[in-house]
């Protein structure tokens, strides 16, 4: 049974930086696909990045270029997301999510994923 548990939520004013955590177990990784997906109350969830967890390829979507980083340490089973010059349009619950590989085309694609965490809240004030 896969188990996804997100750290480091929290509020932060917009430039700022904030950190996040995943932290995964229930298996071994190598052949996963693990990202981060974003939500807000009436929104659909939209993809923020992905990283292969054997090759540590990166995806990212575009609002989030050049200011989030994913990054994963392999062996603490364990996805980070740095995100910095934040705005108030980051404000989101973020979703730590994998999936046995995906093909590049599919990774930003939530149906895609069957493990889901608990999901951690961003704020980030003006």
């Known amino acids: 049974q896969v188990r996804l548990v997100e750290s480091g939520g929290g509020l932060v004013q917009a430039g700022g930086s904030l950190g996040l955590s995943c932290t995964a177990s229930?298996?071994?990784?190598?052949?996963?696909?693990m990202g981060w997906f974003r939500q807000a109350p009436g929104k659909e969830r939209e993809f923020v990045t992905a990283i292969g967890w054997h090759d540590g390829k990166t995806y990212y979507t575009d609002s989030v270029k050049g200011r989030f980083t994913v990054s994963r340490d392999k062996a603490k089973n364990t996805m980070y997301l740095q995100m910095n010059s934040l705005k108030v349009e980051d404000t989101d619950v973020y979703y730590c999510?994998?999936?046995?590989?995906?093909?590049?085309?599919?990774?930003?694609?939530?149906?895609?994923?069957?493990?889901w965490g608990q999901g951690t809240q961003v704020t980030v004030s003006s």
């Open positions: 229930g298996r071994a990784f190598d052949g996963y696909t």
């Open positions: 999510v994998a999936e046995s590989t995906l093909h590049p085309t599919l990774v930003a694609t939530p149906g895609e994923y069957d493990y």
